[in-house]
């Protein structure tokens, strides 16, 4: 081997198009397609990106940290599968295509249910794909062979099947109840996806006069609210019973302001006796909390705000048709004249918004189709409870059994039209996105037909993702393969750490405070991107981005090509053309910096397991740095120099080629690259179905 073959300079762009190419024309992403050795079954599935989506930091550190996983795997032997896909994402993407309708000056209505679906398909097929090509971009050696969709064919049969399975159970009915709706995407939403943000508002204190005095001396019983305009829907005003203030009105009629309805004054023990005066008013078609109250109480419902985000018809007069922040305003006026306004304070408090377009979400009475969540609560918590299910960090187990031992029955009807029409006649509304994907695990394998995948490769291994859908899918997907496949889905679930900006805020692209992954790729590398992300992952649940660290991924893989060259060059002039992978060194024939060299390598590959073993991916990409770069280079490179033998040369070589196994999980691109012109006889076709050193 001629060291000149190698450039003096690494250019990425030389070379991670050409390996990728190498990588899918040999085969080795597909299991099926793997050498002989590759027989234990391990399994990922890609947590499903949304059709709308681009690479964002958040995937980027996620799609790394699962192929560290499949690459490492791979080369232990395993017969790996990481499979990819998408989600259709309901509401975001219709959202995206009825902007576009929008600027044609059409809404979804005027074409059609049937014309408008085809106009989601032909935005599918344009730009739905574009996040996974990102992904390849990244190095992802997924097997895109079976790349799923959560609306492809076979898919939609599998939610069907669930579907029914529930149906039949009688856990899937239909009711009404107060629920969480968009005006913006005129639909249900659950409670999991709804995004809180703290706001200021005002808290107004109002009087209510009571009907029948009696004895009392008391004339009106102040509420504290900060939504008067949901007050024309009040039936009753509610204290805890144990709160002295009131023990005497309890039972008694007050008149409702402006409405100039009679309704009871209750005692509950939902009330907090410490927010506003201890009293407040229950309008049980507008929150969650009164409307549990209302059940208790047998208090009916008066609707006053409807989809539109509008005053009722049910509403006094005055009020009726208006946007709810122009009823507010016309409710306070008149409740002002009427010197019914006891103060008014300034007040922050959390606002619920649309998870998907942030729109203000309103709360109102909808017939809806919800699944019962007593049994699949009990179902998700066994296999985590008896450690079937092990979450990495085992802290966030909290989180997750707090949410199923609070839970209630799951809305999973949406007034939208893309996605999974719910499978009964004359039903137009679609199933909650999260619904078709809490299958994932297994449908993508084949279910409900028992493939040879299925068999094969559930349970799968390893789930990786982020804290903020533990409960909107990691719990979902967990009672679904026990109530379906009878296993728990996955194995072990890593929740990876969010990425923030260097300042510790939230990435955002509106903002201006995102970080594009593909515009790193471009500057410095695919690889050195991966080293520069993996190199923060050090336990924290927060990393805060510096593009420092990418530059010194990029100096890390210049200093690798650069050790190679040496490598290849002191073989150049030596009788050591080629060797084996795995030489043999008498310890007798070592010198100290020998047997030092190769004791560090030792440790590194026993340190490096335990690390990924235990889903510690910056301390293992520590390690190797150290090694690689101080123990390698700096010294024993150094030392070479003056012992200058065969031997030397047969250690250096060896040294090189068992780094190159070490970091091809974390550095896939370069280290292909290398491999590829190293002058070893018993060489795989690539370096990715190489041996893991022992």
Same mark, same amino acid.
């Given at each position: 081997?001629?060291?000149?073959?190698?450039?003096?300079?690494?250019?990425?762009?030389?070379?991670?198009?050409?390996?990728?190419?190498?990588?899918?024309?040999?085969?080795?992403?597909?299991?099926?397609?793997?050498?002989?050795?590759?027989?234990?079954?391990?399994?990922?599935?890609?947590?499903?990106?949304?059709?709308?989506?681009?690479?964002?930091?958040?995937?980027?550190?996620?799609?790394?940290?699962?192929?560290?996983?499949?690459?490492?795997?791979?080369?232990?032997?395993?017969?790996?599968?990481?499979?990819?896909?998408?989600?259709?994402?309901?509401?975001?993407?219709?959202?995206?295509?009825?902007?576009?309708?929008?600027?044609?000056?059409?809404?979804?209505?005027?074409?059609?249910?049937?014309?408008?679906?085809?106009?989601?398909?032909?935005?599918?097929?344009?730009?739905?794909?574009?996040?996974?090509?990102?992904?390849?971009?990244?190095?992802?050696?997924?097997?895109?062979?079976?790349?799923?969709?959560?609306?492809?064919?076979?898919?939609?049969?599998?939610?069907?099947?669930?579907?029914?399975?529930?149906?039949?159970?009688?856990?899937?009915?239909?009711?009404?109840?107060?629920?969480?709706?968009?005006?913006?995407?005129?639909?249900?939403?659950?409670?999991?996806?709804?995004?809180?943000?703290?706001?200021?508002?005002?808290?107004?204190?109002?009087?209510?006069?009571?009907?029948?005095?009696?004895?009392?001396?008391?004339?009106?019983?102040?509420?504290?609210?900060?939504?008067?305009?949901?007050?024309?829907?009040?039936?009753?005003?509610?204290?805890?019973?144990?709160?002295?203030?009131?023990?005497?009105?309890?039972?008694?009629?007050?008149?409702?302001?402006?409405?100039?309805?009679?309704?009871?004054?209750?005692?509950?023990?939902?009330?907090?006796?410490?927010?506003?005066?201890?009293?407040?008013?229950?309008?049980?078609?507008?929150?969650?909390?009164?409307?549990?109250?209302?059940?208790?109480?047998?208090?009916?419902?008066?609707?006053?705000?409807?989809?539109?985000?509008?005053?009722?018809?049910?509403?006094?007069?005055?009020?009726?048709?208006?946007?709810?922040?122009?009823?507010?305003?016309?409710?306070?006026?008149?409740?002002?004249?009427?010197?019914?306004?006891?103060?008014?304070?300034?007040?922050?408090?959390?606002?619920?918004?649309?998870?998907?377009?942030?729109?203000?979400?309103?709360?109102?009475?909808?017939?809806?189709?919800?699944?019962?969540?007593?049994?699949?609560?009990?179902?998700?918590?066994?296999?985590?409870?008896?450690?079937?299910?092990?979450?990495?960090?085992?802290?966030?187990?909290?989180?997750?059994?707090?949410?199923?031992?609070?839970?209630?029955?799951?809305?999973?009807?949406?007034?939208?039209?893309?996605?999974?029409?719910?499978?009964?006649?004359?039903?137009?509304?679609?199933?909650?996105?999260?619904?078709?994907?809490?299958?994932?695990?297994?449908?993508?394998?084949?279910?409900?037909?028992?493939?040879?995948?299925?068999?094969?490769?559930?349970?799968?291994?390893?789930?990786?993702?982020?804290?903020?859908?533990?409960?909107?899918?990691?719990?979902?997907?967990?009672?679904?393969?026990?109530?379906?496949?009878?296993?728990?889905?996955?194995?072990?679930?890593?929740?990876?750490?969010?990425?923030?900006?260097?300042?510790?805020?939230?990435?955002?692209?509106?903002?201006?405070?995102?970080?594009?992954?593909?515009?790193?790729?471009?500057?410095?590398?695919?690889?050195?991107?991966?080293?520069?992300?993996?190199?923060?992952?050090?336990?924290?649940?927060?990393?805060?981005?510096?593009?420092?660290?990418?530059?010194?991924?990029?100096?890390?893989?210049?200093?690798?090509?650069?050790?190679?060259?040496?490598?290849?060059?002191?073989?150049?002039?030596? !009788?050591? &053309?080629? #060797? %084996?992978?795995?030489?043999?060194? /008498?310890?007798?024939?070592? =010198?100290?910096?020998?047997?030092?060299? $190769?004791?560090?390598?030792?440790?590194?590959?026993?340190?490096?397991?335990?690390?990924?073993?235990?889903?510690?991916?910056?301390?293992?990409?520590?390690?190797?740095?150290?090694?690689?770069?101080?123990?390698?280079?700096?010294?024993?490179?150094? !030392?070479? &120099?003056? #012992? %200058?033998?065969?031997?030397?040369? /047969?250690?250096?070589?060896? =040294?090189?080629?068992?780094?190159?196994? $070490?970091?091809?999980?974390?550095?896939?691109?370069?280290?292909?690259?290398?491999?590829?012109?190293?002058?070893?006889?018993?060489?795989?076709?690539?370096?990715?179905?190489?041996?893991?050193?022992?």
């Amino acid at each position: 081997m001629n060291y000149m073959k190698l450039p003096k300079v690494y250019d990425p762009k030389k070379v991670e198009n050409k390996i990728y190419n190498l990588w899918q024309k040999s085969g080795f992403f597909n299991p099926d397609k793997l050498p002989k050795r590759h027989k234990k079954p391990y399994c990922i599935v890609i947590p499903p990106p949304n059709i709308t989506g681009e690479l964002h930091m958040g995937h980027a550190l996620n799609i790394v940290v699962q192929d560290i996983l499949i690459r490492q795997k791979r080369l232990q032997g395993y017969k790996t599968l990481w499979l990819p896909g998408t989600d259709h994402a309901g509401i975001s993407a219709q959202n995206v295509v009825e902007k576009q309708l929008k600027k044609e000056g059409v809404t979804r209505f005027g074409l059609g249910r049937e014309k408008f679906i085809e106009r989601m398909w032909d935005w599918m097929e344009k730009y739905g794909n574009i996040i996974l090509n990102q992904f390849k971009k990244l190095g992802a050696s997924c097997d895109w062979s079976r790349t799923r969709f959560t609306l492809d064919k076979e898919y939609v049969k599998a939610v069907k099947e669930a579907f029914a399975h529930y149906y039949k159970k009688g856990w899937i009915y239909r009711g009404k109840r107060v629920i969480n709706w968009c005006p913006r995407c005129q639909t249900s939403l659950s409670d999991l996806e709804i995004e809180y943000e703290e706001e200021k508002g005002k808290l107004w204190y109002i009087k209510y006069p009571l009907a029948n005095r009696g004895r009392t001396s008391v004339v009106y019983i102040t509420v504290a609210t900060t939504r008067p305009e949901t007050m024309l829907g009040d039936t009753a005003v509610a204290v805890n019973p144990g709160d002295k203030r009131y023990k005497n009105l309890v039972g008694k009629q007050v008149i409702l302001p402006l409405a100039k309805r009679e309704i009871p004054i209750v005692a509950d023990e939902l009330v907090d006796p410490k927010f506003g005066t201890g009293a407040v008013k229950i309008t049980p078609a507008h929150d969650l909390t009164d409307y549990e109250i209302s059940l208790r109480h047998n208090l009916p419902l008066i609707q006053v705000i409807n989809e539109q985000a509008k005053t009722t018809k049910e509403t006094p007069l005055p009020y009726q048709r208006l946007e709810v922040l122009e009823a507010r305003k016309k409710v306070v006026e008149d409740l002002k004249k009427a010197d019914l306004i006891e103060k008014v304070e300034g007040y922050w408090h959390q606002v619920p918004h649309c998870y998907r377009c942030q729109t203000t979400i309103e709360l109102i009475p909808s017939e809806q189709w919800f699944l019962k969540m007593k049994e699949l609560a009990k179902m998700a918590q066994l296999p985590v409870k008896k450690g079937k299910v092990k979450f990495h960090p085992k802290g966030f187990e909290k989180i997750y059994f707090d949410w199923l031992k609070n839970i209630k029955d799951w809305c999973i009807s949406r007034q939208i039209w893309w996605g999974h029409k719910i499978p009964l006649k004359g039903v137009p509304d679609v199933l909650d996105t999260w619904f078709s994907s809490a299958l994932w695990a297994f449908a993508t394998l084949g279910w409900p037909k028992e493939t040879k995948d299925l068999k094969r490769f559930y349970p799968t291994n390893v789930l990786s993702t982020d804290r903020g859908i533990i409960n909107l899918w990691v719990a979902r997907m967990i009672f679904s393969g026990m109530e379906f496949m009878k296993k728990e889905p996955f194995r072990e679930v890593y929740i990876h750490a969010t990425v923030l900006t260097r300042e510790g805020k939230r990435m955002s692209k509106s903002l201006g405070t995102g970080v594009n992954p593909i515009n790193l790729i471009e500057k410095y590398g695919a690889d050195a991107t991966r080293f520069g992300i993996v190199w923060q992952i050090m336990g924290g649940q927060d990393i805060r981005f510096t593009e420092d660290n990418i530059v010194m991924g990029r100096k890390f893989c210049n200093k690798l090509w650069n050790a190679t060259r040496f490598v290849l060059q002191q073989i150049s002039n030596s !009788k050591l &053309k080629t #060797q %084996n992978s795995k030489p043999q060194f /008498k310890t007798k024939n070592l =010198t100290t910096a020998d047997k030092k060299i $190769l004791g560090a390598l030792d440790k590194t590959i026993e340190s490096v397991n335990k690390n990924l073993e235990s889903f510690r991916f910056g301390q293992a990409a520590h390690l190797l740095y150290n090694f690689f770069w101080h123990d390698f280079c700096d010294r024993y490179i150094e !030392k070479s &120099k003056k #012992q %200058n033998d065969e031997k030397t040369k /047969k250690i250096l070589l060896y =040294t090189l080629l068992t780094s190159l196994k $070490l970091l091809h999980p974390f550095i896939p691109f370069i280290t292909e690259e290398i491999y590829q012109k190293l002058p070893i006889k018993d060489k795989e076709q690539c370096l990715m179905v190489e041996e893991w050193p022992k």
